[in-house]
C-alpha cells in the first residue's frame, strides 16, 4: 500500500505563487506514475498535471500550462507542484495520486485547499 500526504496549501491572492508538495510513504513510489488532479466546488474532480516515474516526461492541463510545474525528487519519495500566477478559477481542494503506467490511478491523498483571493 502507498499512502499520500499532500501539504503547502493556503490562501493566496491572484498573481501570487504556491508549492504543493505530495509525500508517499508505505512503499517506494519510484516506479508509479504520479499525478496531480482538482477538484472546485461543484465541479468534477479534473486532471492538473503528471510525471513519469522517472521524471523525464511530464504532461498538463492546457489551463495551467505555463504556470505550474510538477516535480519529483524520489530519493524524498517526494512529488511537487509548483503554482505560479495563480488565478481565483484556481481555487480547488488539489489531490494527489498514483499509478502504475498504462493503469488507472491506485493512490490518492486526502487533498490540500487551494484558494485564490481576486
Known amino acids: 500500500q502507498v499512502q499520500l500526504v499532500e501539504s503547502g496549501g493556503g490562501l493566496v491572492q491572484a498573481g501570487g505563487s504556491l508549492r504543493l508538495s505530495c509525500a508517499a510513504s508505505?512503499?517506494?513510489?519510484?516506479?508509479?506514475?504520479m499525478g496531480w488532479f482538482r477538484q472546485a466546488p461543484g465541479k468534477e474532480r479534473a486532471f492538473v498535471a503528471r510525471i513519469s516515474w522517472g521524471g523525464g516526461s511530464t504532461s498538463y492541463a492546457d489551463s495551467v500550462k505555463g504556470r505550474f510545474t510538477i516535480s519529483r525528487d524520489n530519493a524524498k519519495n517526494t512529488v511537487y507542484l509548483q503554482m505560479n500566477s495563480l488565478k481565483p478559477e484556481d481555487t480547488a481542494v488539489y489531490y494527489c495520486?498514483?499509478?502504475?503506467?498504462?493503469?488507472?490511478?491506485?493512490?490518492w491523498g486526502q487533498g490540500t485547499q487551494v484558494t485564490v483571493s481576486s
Open positions: 508505505g512503499r517506494t513510489v519510484n516506479s508509479y506514475v
Open positions: 495520486a498514483a499509478k502504475f503506467p498504462g493503469n488507472e490511478y491506485k493512490f
